[in-house]
């Protein structure tokens, strides 16, 4: 009994080694693989740390390389971080805790305060354009494109953002409303009228252009401009117009007559040009329209006038010359009388008749003289101008060999007189009345009459200077106009220096004097230069 119970306990025991070796051996099998599993992930972490690394640096290369300003900021706005282009650019770093919202210039708030609520409601901001204040109290206009920063459970921690510098574009930008609005003004207060339509549909018209017209700018929009062109000029509006669609032409001009609201019409000169874009195609046409119905209606008028006057001239000329004939004929008598009478009768008549009779002949002959200047006064015009080539040096020897000079003055020229190109005859009868006029107003011991010229460039400038009696300012301008003369001279019939004046006028010139009492006289005047090819107005 006692044999069996420790054979029993012998294979327990040894049941119980076998048990313990084999968990032993199990237990260092497991260690093994935990051994290897720990190694095992030792070079997995080792590996992961570096692809971290990696990663991290890539993404601070990443971050620190952004071309553009880039920084990150808090739910506050506080930038807590930025690269060194946002760094340069505002001009502060991220220690310096500055909030982007302090940044931005007073105008623009409320409109950033919009902004940054649509930021938060969509998760993403573009073409954000805030004006901001920088460091150096410096005036920016940027352009932000951002997004919201989510943490791994999706809350939001933060916001980022990527901007650039529009400054430049935003002044250009502004100058570019400024101008548009100074041009809108010019535009709309423009005393022409502006038209500007595209396929026959008004697109604007001015202020100017809706009171011609007397439409509304919204009536106008209706209305084909063909439907306010007059009968009379619409043909010749559609062929221009063909023109210009078919690239023919890019502008033109012509004078139309328009229709206004009430059934009236007024006429205008209209500039048409074409906007085309990059095809060539027609894009826009530009009206320029100016209401020329007044200077119409005056050019008219003095159409109008032109006739009437030439109509009136060549009745006065007429009636001058049958005048003339008539006046003439009893004058012609009364001579022949008064000379009979003074040869019957002049041993009869004392001293008192004889004076008379004498008198009577020279009042005929300054009647006769007056009618003649009458006559030539009325037969100055350009249309009968015959130009040749005139040597002044000869006219004036000529005028010396036939008119009265007094004995004691003397009549020469100061220099060498020029040739030029004029009708001989106006140029004569110009010359001989100053010559006239100059020899019989001397009254001292020896009188000189110098005649000169001198060239102006466009004009010759001649001169008639004597040592005569001279003559007092308050004649200077009076004595150019018909029938005035100086003083009581009954020998001077007041016309030889208006014949002067209107001669000079033909020639585009002008007459003037300097004088001195009891020193003498200069007459000046000018003749514009003429050539073969020159007509005379």
Same mark, same amino acid.
């Given at each position: 009994? &006692?044999?069996? %119970?420790?054979? +029993?306990?012998?294979?327990?025991?040894?049941?119980q080694?076998?048990?313990?070796? !084999?968990?032993e051996?199990i237990?260092?099998?497991?260690?093994?693989?935990?051994?290897?599993?720990?190694?095992?992930?030792?070079e997995?972490?080792?590996?992961l740390?570096?692809?971290?690394? !990696?990663?991290?640096?890539?993404?601070?290369?990443?971050?620190?390389?952004i071309?553009?300003?880039?920084?990150?900021?808090?739910?506050?706005?506080?930038?807590?971080?930025m690269?060194?282009?946002?760094?340069?650019?505002l001009?502060?770093?991220?220690?310096?805790?500055?909030?982007?919202?302090s940044?931005?210039?007073?105008?623009?708030?409320?409109?950033?305060?919009?902004?940054?609520?649509?930021?938060?409601?969509?998760?993403?901001?573009?073409k954000?354009?805030?004006?901001?204040?920088?460091?150096n109290?410096?005036?920016? /206009?940027?352009?932000?494109?951002?997004?919201?920063?989510?943490d791994?459970?999706?809350?939001?921690?933060g916001?980022?953002g990527? /901007?650039?510098?529009i400054?430049?574009?935003?002044?250009?930008?502004?100058?570019?409303?400024?101008?548009?609005?100074?041009?809108?003004?010019?535009?709309?207060?423009?005393?022409?009228?502006?038209?500007?339509?595209?396929?026959?549909?008004?697109?604007k018209?001015?202020?100017?252009?809706?009171?011609?017209?007397?439409y509304?700018? %919204?009536?106008?929009?209706?209305?084909?401009?063909?439907?306010?062109?007059?009968?009379?000029?619409?043909?010749?509006?559609?062929?221009?117009?063909?023109?210009?669609?078919?690239?023919?032409?890019?502008?033109?001009?012509?004078?139309?007559?328009?229709?206004?609201?009430?059934?009236?019409?007024?006429?205008?000169?209209?500039?048409?040009?074409?906007?085309?874009?990059?095809?060539?195609?027609l894009?826009y046409?530009?009206?320029?329209?100016?209401?020329?119905?007044?200077?119409?209606?005056?050019?008219?008028?003095?159409?109008q +006038?032109?006739?009437?006057?030439?109509?009136?001239?060549?009745?006065?000329?007429?009636?001058?010359?049958?005048?003339?004939?008539?006046?003439?004929?009893?004058?012609?008598?009364?001579?022949?009388?008064t000379?009979?009478?003074?040869?019957?009768?002049?041993?009869?008549?004392?001293?008192?008749?004889?004076?008379?009779?004498?008198?009577?002949?020279?009042?005929?002959?300054?009647?006769?003289?007056?009618?003649?200047?009458? +006559?030539?006064?009325?037969?100055?015009?350009?249309?009968?101008?015959?130009?040749?080539?005139?040597?002044?040096?000869?006219v004036?020897?000529e005028?010396?060999?036939?008119?009265?000079?007094?004995?004691?003055?003397? $009549?020469?020229?100061?220099?060498?007189?020029?040739?030029?190109?004029?009708?001989?005859?106006?140029?004569?009868? +110009?010359?001989?009345? /100053?010559?006239?006029?100059?020899?019989?107003?001397? &009254?001292?011991?020896?009188?000189?009459? %110098?005649?000169?010229?001198?060239?102006r460039?466009?004009?010759?400038e001649?001169?008639?200077?004597?040592?005569?009696?001279?003559?007092?300012?308050?004649?200077?301008?009076?004595?150019?106009?018909?029938?005035?003369?100086?003083?009581?001279?009954?020998?001077?019939?007041?016309?030889?220096?208006?014949?002067?004046?209107?001669i000079?006028?033909?020639? &585009?010139?002008? $007459?003037?004097? &300097?004088? %001195?009492?009891?020193?003498?006289?200069?007459?000046?005047?000018?003749?514009?230069?003429?050539?073969?090819?020159?007509?005379?107005?």
């Amino acid at each position: 009994m &006692e044999n069996k %119970e420790i054979t +029993l306990l012998k294979k327990a025991l040894d049941r119980q080694k076998k048990a313990r070796q !084999q968990a032993e051996r199990i237990l260092e099998e497991k260690s093994k693989e935990l051994y290897d599993a720990t190694l095992h992930l030792k070079e997995t972490n080792r590996i992961l740390e570096n692809l971290l690394n !990696q990663k991290s640096k890539q993404i601070d290369n990443a971050f620190v390389n952004i071309v553009d300003p880039y920084l990150i900021m808090d739910l506050k706005g506080k930038i807590i971080k930025m690269n060194s282009a946002a760094e340069e650019f505002l001009g502060f770093t991220k220690e310096e805790n500055i909030k982007l919202t302090s940044l931005i210039h007073p105008d623009y708030k409320e409109y950033s305060k919009s902004c940054f609520k649509s930021l938060y409601a969509t998760g993403l901001i573009k073409k954000f354009r805030p004006g901001i204040v920088l460091k150096n109290n410096e005036l920016k /206009f940027i352009e932000v494109n951002g997004s919201l920063i989510n943490d791994t459970s999706g809350k939001i921690i933060g916001a980022q953002g990527v /901007f650039r510098d529009i400054t430049s574009e935003q002044e250009m930008k502004n100058l570019l409303d400024s101008q548009r609005q100074r041009l809108d003004i010019i535009v709309e207060h423009s005393p022409l009228g502006i038209w500007l339509s595209s396929s026959d549909k008004l697109i604007k018209a001015n202020i100017t252009m809706q009171k011609m017209l007397g439409y509304t700018e %919204e009536e106008l929009k209706s209305i084909n401009p063909m439907d306010i062109t007059s009968l009379e000029s619409l043909q010749e509006s559609k062929e221009y117009r063909k023109k210009l669609f078919n690239g023919e032409i890019n502008d033109f001009s012509l004078v139309k007559k328009y229709l206004r609201k009430d059934g009236t019409h007024f006429s205008a000169k209209t500039t048409v040009n074409a906007v085309r874009n990059v095809k060539g195609e027609l894009k826009y046409e530009v009206a320029l329209i100016e209401d020329i119905t007044h200077e119409i209606e005056l050019e008219e008028e003095k159409e109008q +006038l032109v006739k009437d006057l030439e109509s009136s001239n060549k009745g006065l000329q007429e009636y001058a010359h049958i005048v003339s004939h008539d006046l003439k004929s009893p004058l012609r008598s009364i001579s022949a009388l008064t000379t009979w009478m003074y040869e019957d009768y002049k041993d009869k008549l004392d001293d008192n008749g004889v004076y008379n009779l004498k008198m009577m002949q020279d009042k005929v002959e300054s009647m006769d003289k007056l009618i003649d200047g009458i +006559l030539k006064y009325s037969t100055i015009k350009s249309d009968n101008l015959d130009n040749s080539i005139v040597d002044v040096n000869e006219v004036v020897q000529e005028i010396k060999d036939i008119i009265f000079i007094p004995d004691h003055v003397t $009549v020469k020229t100061a220099n060498t007189l020029p040739t030029i190109y004029a009708d001989r005859t106006k140029i004569h009868q +110009l010359i001989q009345n /100053f010559l006239s006029n100059a020899v019989v107003h001397i &009254e001292r011991e020896k009188g000189l009459v %110098e005649v000169g010229c001198v060239d102006r460039d466009t004009h010759w400038e001649f001169s008639i200077k004597d040592n005569g009696v001279g003559i007092p300012k308050e004649y200077h301008e009076k004595i150019f106009k018909i029938f005035q003369s100086i003083g009581n001279k009954e020998r001077s019939t007041g016309i030889g220096l208006s014949i002067v004046k209107k001669i000079i006028d033909l020639y &585009e010139g002008k $007459v003037w004097l &300097e004088s %001195e009492i009891g020193v003498g006289t200069t007459f000046f005047f000018t003749l514009k230069k003429q050539n073969e090819n020159t007509t005379s107005n």
